[in-house]
């Protein structure tokens, strides 16, 4: 666990998955990502967790992201070589003594399957249902729109099943734009992955983690060039990051990265050729890792 002030910060592991490295290393050549990440298997997949975080203070049980749940169909699971055999996200929250009617609230930083697939799930007579049946569940206005009429080159990232049956239950809040959710916790808005990707900034006591999202979705694509084929507007990726990375090595934040198999989270370090993430920082220790091959 990690402090920040009157916060207590977990991570919470939901499970491994794979996606292709070169899409999510954009223009990055395969022999400099392979070295700065790890290297791909092969059918070109990368290994990847889906990494929630989980926000305890007074009252509140506060889950930001639930990962990619466990509705797909065998042939998905396969397709991205999901794997929650050793991590899921009700045995992680369990291990960390809640229980899924405990949460009161969660944010979704978007609504790509591998962040929202986990707020709904089929109950016993094979129904959707909230996984958090008493949690208000929190997304930007516009990046709902986003997600009902998605274009073309990014259709397949959002599904119905994961976000349509919290609307119907009248569970799904939509904001429009940053500010502060809760005192201390304050929502960040970016454009360049999907439209309307909020990222959430915790900060107390002259300390401040940020869960990145899919800003900088590992600790390899912190420097700048380092974004992601899958961004629908890389130059604003691009543009973000200078605005947000900036003061997150000045103020020293903590960065708690989501896709990183390896890697938790790190503080930034300034290098000859720009921001890098420093050592790694363990916010939660796990029961289990998967096995990390030549990872870095």
């Known amino acids: 666990m990690l402090r920040v002030g009157r916060f207590c910060i977990d991570v919470v592991e939901t499970g491994r998955f794979g996606l292709d490295g070169g899409a999510m290393f954009g223009v990055v050549p395969k022999p400099l990502w392979e070295r700065a ?26 889950l930001v992201d639930t990962g990619n749940g466990t509705k797909m169909s065998e042939k998905d699971r396969q397709i991205y070589a999901l794997d929650t055999s050793v991590f899921s996200l009700t045995g992680s929250l369990q291990q960390l003594g809640v229980r899924p009617e405990e949460v009161t609230d969660v944010i979704l930083t978007h609504l790509h399957f591998d962040h929202a697939g986990g707020g709904t799930r089929l109950d ?52 429009d734009g940053e500010g502060e959710l809760f005192p201390g916790v304050r929502l960040l808005v970016v454009h360049g992955h999907t439209r309307a990707m909020q990222l959430v900034l915790i900060s107390d006591a002259g300390q401040s983690l940020l869960y990145c999202a899919d800003l900088c ?16 507007f890389p130059l604003t990726t691009l543009e973000e990051k200078k605005r947000i990375l900036p003061q997150a090595y000045e103020e020293g934040w903590v960065l708690c990265f989501e896709h990183d198999a390896f890697v938790q989270a790190a503080r930034l370090q300034s290098t000859p050729k720009g921001f890098a993430a420093g050592e790694p920082i363990q916010i939660t220790p796990v029961a289990a890792q998967p096995a990390q091959g030549s990872a870095r």
């Open 37 to 62: 990440y790890h290297p791909a298997d092969a059918a070109n997949r990368i290994p990847m967790a889906a990494r929630a975080l989980l926000i305890r203070w007074d009252s509140r049980i506060v």
């Open 124 to 175: 016993e007579r094979g129904e959707l249902v909230p996984s958090f049946p008493n949690a208000r569940y929190y997304v930007q206005r516009d990046q709902l729109l986003w997600a009902r009429r998605p274009t073309e080159k990014d259709r397949a990232s959002f599904r119905a099943e994961d976000f349509e049956p919290l609307a119907a239950a009248g569970l799904l809040e939509a904001l």
């Open 217 to 232: 979705p590992t600790a390899a694509h912190v420097p700048y060039p380092y974004i992601m084929a899958y961004d629908n």
